[in-house]
């Protein structure tokens, strides 16, 4: 291997660390909890925003921006939301700095305090619905849909490369209704928007449910989710759209005239997804050898080397190989070919292998003359001879079989990590294996929390439409009307 | 008129204001100076960034994300920047809130206060040459050519929205060089890029130069700039491109080895331009009438009102008006069919154009048997009758003509007010006129000053290779070798 890389056995936490730094996806910063998102890495969320955006604007929603800043006493306004919030964040409290008086470089001028402290946005239901009440005053005004791309800060004790930073970038839905029903149908539609895209571009199948009282959104009344098994066993929440109900609209005094010429207050929701993706993407796919991209997120999804001895060879191949590129890229292929003379085919092989690159074409002296080349696939490391006649088409077939066989993996994975526990004893013995667990739940918080505190697992989701089923919980031996899904979770 | 809007000649600073906000591009928020961009106006947003991003990959740069925050030290290692920039800024102090023991609230928890205070990033040449020091080790790790889309924040104590808010979003290009020549290279290509967008997007003619040392970008060795002129006279500065020669490198210590072993530190250029633009092309092409966009950068270029006295005619000329919304679509033409039957056609068509949208198509009954339709272009409130045969390409046609029509009168009101001064007495004259000013000056930065003070007009640039030319420095009466662009900017 090109980098040594931690296995996924002998150190996951590790090897998950390893990946991303080694191909070139993010690293610290000097700012404690913030990441720097480097281009290979950003090229990748890049295309995931592109294909999020078009299919928000395809469901009938705009984009927007509101202020990075929120004053503080906006946070005060949503009872619940405050609690799960506003507490750890960061919060500017001057707008000025000054050279020291004793010339020990700048400080903070004292003189210029903020009246009231502004905080960086967690999350911004506040501000928008503070907005929103003047923006909407009659059922014409209805449906209000829009989205912001925007960074946002939440002050996290213990940080890791994209599952949890300080800062992320996400994307953050809020939108306005007339009625309940309306409000409930676009949590659920972006729950399905979210579903299509984790599965449809990041090749990764997800649980859809809703969250328990516990795990809810402050400020929520019902939390729709999307739940992810990465490799290690663990669970991660990959997407939430939010039923807000009427608490932000009251909070916030956003009424509209109805129909009938009446005040009622506007019903809400809000749904985002996160940088977060870019782990899930990571422990989804990749294996020992590196990274490993679905080819409809992969900024390259072929790479060409050149095999040679001597400079004449050197261009011969790398003559074929622009003109293989060229044909590539009319086909809307993203391919890169690497012509480096300063580093020998088996370097560049591992190099591309590590950074997950989903296609490898090397072409040598004697490919040219038999017209032949060698392609290699980063998911099952096959590698065959195939024709340069109807290349473009193999191509194409092979970045699609890809894309199925990684999400099919994934699935396979899932489905033999998925497991039934009837006893607490089952419960205990399954947990630490790793997996989902369906069982049986009373239904109450307490009852969660002390499973919490025992085992380290959470309800990642009631499942949606789940099959109803008489049991009794695991944990309190109540009764139970249906299955939940708990795990441990990132 | 359908809304309310000050004329030029009344108020422009009103008129200016009442379009952006009437014309839903973007309001003021509860925060202070800070803006909120609304759909219709982040829209244009969103077209300028794909324009520039595209022109910027097409040059061999890549997106990457660096932190929002900055540690306050990072500040004091370039000398001028700090001068320049660390003064009035958001600055983070504390990571928790907490509620109030007397429970009015909540408060900032003192306990939770940072080691080092973090600002709120104005521009990010530090932590990102922070960052550089770890990835450029060789030649062979350079050029490196990175750009950000980023939110910042500068507290500006007057905002005016889009022109000048506390928080903006723009583009700041990062790259780092192994020769000064190569430097020198890309800040000229990026003015060029700038310049092309600017005229070729915008339609708005724009001046190329370089800034006087009162005018230079804080820790620049030269900075580059183009510069528009307003309706009103005054000038505004779209676009900066820096040389920042080896500063930052040595603040942040960061060299590389050559191709001669030996260690070298490396050459610098920055460049951005921000949502500042969007205030630029109000005030480039709109009129009393109200907003005007050019069609390339129109999120609506074609908007469709159906003309009908019952229901009967309603339906009819709705289906002529999807028929012809399709054929446009299928041209890549954006197109609007406002089918409302709440509103009545004058008051859709005040609305559309107060919007700036390029091209109105109006269809009643008499237009159905006609097999005709009346187009009405936005830039000349020209209205005509045209068959329905040829239909998309003379839209086409027409938006070609708008887009170009839009940047012929705005060169032509810029000539129209360049102006040469040479006498100061000329000079004071002309500067209460508005326009741009080619004028000697002496060279030093005193002289600027003492003008700027008397005038308020200041040096907009000093011309890429602007005719030479003997002279006398209208001010002090100092030789000098070269004219200059004087202006009130904003």
């Not at 469901?59 to 506003?86: M, Q, R, W």
């Not at 939010?242 to 009251?250: D, E, R, T």
């Not at 004893?425 to 630490?432: H, M, N, Q, R």
Request: some cysteine.
């Amino acid at each position: 291997m090109a980098k040594e890389l931690n296995t996924r056995e002998d150190n996951y936490s590790q090897w998950y660390n390893d990946i991303v730094i080694k191909a070139d996806l993010a690293e610290n910063s000097s700012v404690r909890g913030c990441m720097v998102i480097k281009p290979y890495g950003y090229a990748i969320w890049e295309r995931m925003q592109a294909a999020l955006d078009k299919m928000f604007k395809d469901t009938g929603h705009e984009n927007a921006y509101f202020p990075l800043f929120i004053p503080k006493s906006f946070f005060s306004k949503e009872a619940s939301h405050v609690e799960g919030f506003a507490k750890e964040c960061a919060v500017v409290t001057h707008y000025r700095l000054k050279n020291d008086e004793d010339g020990k470089g700048i400080v903070v001028d004292e003189s210029a305090r903020l009246e009231e402290e502004l905080i960086v946005r967690p999350t911004s239901e506040t501000i928008i619905w503070d907005t929103y009440r003047n923006w909407i005053q009659s059922y014409r005004d209805l449906p209000l849909l829009i989205n912001q791309w925007a960074n946002v800060v939440r002050w996290e004790m213990r940080t890791r490369l994209f599952l949890r930073t300080t800062e992320f970038l996400w994307q953050e839905g809020h939108t306005a209704h007339a009625t309940k029903e309306e409000a409930v149908a676009e949590a659920e539609q972006m729950l399905r928007v979210y579903t299509d895209f984790a599965e449809e571009w990041m090749a990764m199948p997800v649980l859809r449910g809703v969250k328990s009282i516990n795990e809810r959104f402050a400020g929520a009344v019902e939390t729709y989710c999307i739940e992810a098994l990465m490799q290690d066993g663990k669970a991660l929440q990959a997407g939430t759209s939010h039923f807000l109900g009427q608490n932000f609209a009251k909070a916030f005094d956003v009424q509209f005239l109805n129909k009938e010429n009446k005040l009622e207050y506007v019903w809400a929701t809000s749904w985002g997804v996160s940088t977060r993706l870019m782990g899930a993407l990571v422990m989804t796919h990749s294996d020992d050898n590196g990274l490993v991209i679905p080819p409809k997120l992969a900024p390259i999804q072929v790479v060409i080397v050149p095999i040679y001895r001597n400079e004449e060879q050197y261009h011969a191949v790398c003559d074929k190989g622009r003109e293989i590129k060229q044909w590539l890229e009319k086909a809307d292929i993203r391919v890169k070919l690497d012509d480096r003379d300063t580093q020998k085919p088996g370097f560049k092989f591992n190099e591309w292998e590590f950074k997950g690159v989903p296609l490898r074409i090397a072409i040598g002296p004697r490919d040219l003359e038999q017209a032949s080349v060698e392609i290699a696939r980063r998911d099952t490391l096959e590698k065959e001879t195939y024709k340069v006649e109807g290349l473009v088409e193999k191509v194409r077939h092979l970045l699609d079989r890809i894309q199925k066989n990684l999400y099919q993996k994934a699935l396979d994975f899932r489905e033999q990590n998925t497991f039934q526990a009837d006893t607490w004893d089952e419960f205990l013995e399954l947990i630490e294996k790793g997996g989902f667990i369906r069982a049986h739940w009373d239904g109450t918080p307490e009852t969660e929390q002390r499973i919490k505190e025992e085992t380290k697992a959470t309800i990642r989701l009631i499942p949606l439409k789940g099959k109803m089923e008489e049991g009794k919980c695991i944990y309190s031996g109540n009764p139970s009307k249906q299955r939940v899904v708990f795990a441990r979770a990132y």
